[in-house]
């Protein structure tokens, strides 16, 4: 995957990009990443980027000639009017290519989309700074908008380094264990479906009440998130200051840590999470499993 990001403020990604997995994943080519200044895409002596917008109002805008001038120099044309977001030309088309707004009023960010962007063959991200970008940029250039978050930043910066992370990381080959991504909080049932299958058919081991993973890439005391948070994780010591590992992860017993792994998801989501339950793929263990997490209210602990 290639990724361009469109800043202001090029420095900006001198730390968040040279570490950990999007590191390594340079490192081997699995993804190429530059950085645009915009300025460098200004024509008066100044290389002013910003403006006061048309019918007064407080702040500045980011002005429309630099950024789609530099996307030009991409080789990405500018679209003729709004093609439909997150289904348009560009993000459809060949290359699977996609111009991303970072903006407060885009889609949120959640692990579905991150999904959908780690099969592009290419992300353009525009970082917006101020009080916005001029309007037509998002109506005839970015072909969808996105948010990380229903709060304020600075600038987009901050959210193009968190998409480059999540995104980078679905990449086959970015992460050491495939599996683990297919383990981890916010992974829908839906996406662990696309290569796992359900109970009942070959030798498979049990994992989230309804889909069944290969033995091979999941173990037996595994469960996939199935879109829940996390299930609880300890490692050695056993015991660190009086506070001891759960007895049920030391005694060897597979099916044991596997369900009380479901379980304590089920409870830690109920407890900072309950919104994604109404959308998480429950099977029959998982409902009653849910049930006895609710009769024991605040006597079971995570």
């Not at 994943?25 to 002013?48: C, M, P, Q, S, Y």
């Not at 885009?106 to 001029?134: H, K, N």
């Not at 998130?225 to 597979?254: I, K, Q």
Request: hydrophobic fraction near 40%; charge should be negative.
């Amino acid at each position: 995957m290639k990724i361009d990001i469109l800043t202001i403020f090029p420095d900006f990604f001198r730390g968040p990009l040279d570490f950990g997995i999007v590191r390594r994943a340079r490192e081997t080519g699995l993804v190429e990443i530059v950085i645009h200044d915009l300025r460098n895409f200004t024509k008066d002596k100044h290389r002013t980027v910003d403006d006061r917008p048309f019918g007064g109002g407080e702040g500045m805008v980011l002005k429309p000639e630099p950024i789609f001038e530099c996307v030009d120099s991409l080789g990405i044309a500018a679209r003729e009017g709004r093609l439909g977001r997150e289904g348009s030309d560009q993000a459809q088309g060949a290359g699977k290519q996609s111009v991303i707004l970072l903006s407060a009023q885009g889609r949120r960010l959640d692990q579905v989309l991150a999904s959908e962007l780690s099969g592009l063959a290419r992300m353009v991200l525009i970082c917006g700074r101020y009080e916005g970008v001029d309007e037509r940029i998002s109506e005839h250039l970015a072909d969808r908008e996105i948010s990380i978050g229903d709060y304020v930043l600075s600038g987009g910066e901050l959210g193009a380094a968190v998409i480059v992370d999540t995104v980078t990381r679905l990449i086959p080959g970015a992460v050491g264990n495939a599996a683990s991504t297919r383990q981890e909080s916010f992974t829908a049932a839906a996406e662990v479906a696309l290569d796992t299958a359900f109970a009942g058919e070959g030798p498979f081991g049990f994992c989230s009440g309804q889909v069944r993973a290969p033995l091979d890439s999941v173990p037996s005391s595994t469960c996939g998130s199935g879109g829940l948070l996390d299930y609880p994780h300890y490692t050695r010591p056993a015991e660190f200051r009086g506070m001891a590992v759960p007895e049920v992860l030391v005694n060897g017993n597979h099916e044991q840590i596997r369900r009380w792994r479901r379980k304590t998801a089920l409870a830690k989501t109920l407890r900072n999470r309950p919104d994604l339950l109404e959308g998480a793929a429950l099977g029959e263990e998982d409902r009653k499993l849910l049930a006895e997490v609710k009769g024991e209210g605040s006597e079971f602990r995570v």
